[in-house]
């Protein structure tokens, strides 16, 4: 479990304030969705969480360990894949065999199945791959930490179609009842549906936090035309109809359209 309370954070050269008395609480046996506008913090708390930034006020507990202690037992139950790295040009091997030391849990059999899956091999020299062969690579070692807290920044940048495909499948096979998962990203369409929590945030705090469950028990996403508006909540015009939001009441449970629910949300229509 993390326990964010009261957490004030700005930057130093800015002076600009990013968080001011936020608190949050992010359960275990969950895949988060991250999101909000630019400059909002979304990569700022996720390494606030990892102990890689110190809050000005206001305390961030990880299993009943302070972030800000960095102490190794909380450190190796953590992996943040950043949005943007630099992998030492060496191979694949001395890669994981140099870094899996510091993760206790670490699964050769899920690395195997995930560089599988990207269609790695495990004999590349990580200076050789591109852009987006390195981002397997990386999410790969990352999951097979099995680390018990995950952070992912912008994953699915600089992948393809097909790999995107493939990021969803290795991250739903290994997900366990004791993981958490929170996703930093602005490509709502490519994890929508691995999300089970939806966490929006701005320059005041917590716009949403709540489960996608509650969010589609309580709505319907659909197409309408003009004629059957009445009871929509928040609209957009879409080339298959107006894309809306409405109450369920009775209706049939529908999937989440998480870039119309974004909107919606900091627009303040729900």
């Known amino acids: 479990m993390i326990e964010i309370k009261d957490l004030n954070y700005s930057y130093k050269r800015s002076g600009h304030k990013v968080f001011e008395n936020f608190s949050l609480s992010l359960q275990e046996n969950r895949i988060y969705g991250l999101l909000g506008k630019n400059g909002t913090g979304k990569s700022t708390l996720l390494y606030l969480i990892s102990g890689l930034l110190f809050p000005k006020k206001g305390s961030i ?20 894949v950043s949005e943007t790295y630099n992998l030492p040009a060496t191979s694949l091997k001395n890669y994981i065999k140099a870094n899996r030391l510091f993760y206790p849990n670490f699964s050769d059999e899920i690395l195997r199945k995930c560089l599988a899956t990207f269609e790695i091999d495990e004999s590349v020299r990580l200076n050789h791959l591109s852009m987006g062969q390195t981002k397997k690579v990386y999410m790969s070692m990352a999951l097979a930490t099995n680390s018990k807290y995950l952070f992912m920044d912008e994953p699915t940048n600089g992948l393809d179609i097909p790999s995107k495909s493939q990021f969803r499948k290795v991250v739903a096979e290994n997900m366990s009842e004791d ?13 929508e549906n691995l999300l089970d929590h939806i966490l929006i945030i701005d320059e005041i705090g917590k716009k949403m936090d709540s489960s996608v469950a509650d969010i589609c028990d309580k709505y319907v996403f659909e197409y309408r035309t003009p004629s059957e508006m009445d009871d929509v909540l928040y609209a957009e015009p879409s080339l298959q109809g107006n894309a809306v939001i409405a109450p369920r009441g009775e209706k049939e449970e529908t999937n989440i359209n998480l870039e119309l629910l974004f909107n919606a949300v900091v627009s303040n229509k729900i």
Do not use: P
């Open 61 to 80: 507990i990880v299993d009943g360990m302070k972030t800000t202690q960095r102490r190794a037992e909380m450190l190796s139950e953590m992996f943040l």
């Open 179 to 191: 993981r958490m998962m929170i996703i930093s990203t602005h490509q709502v369409h490519d994890i």
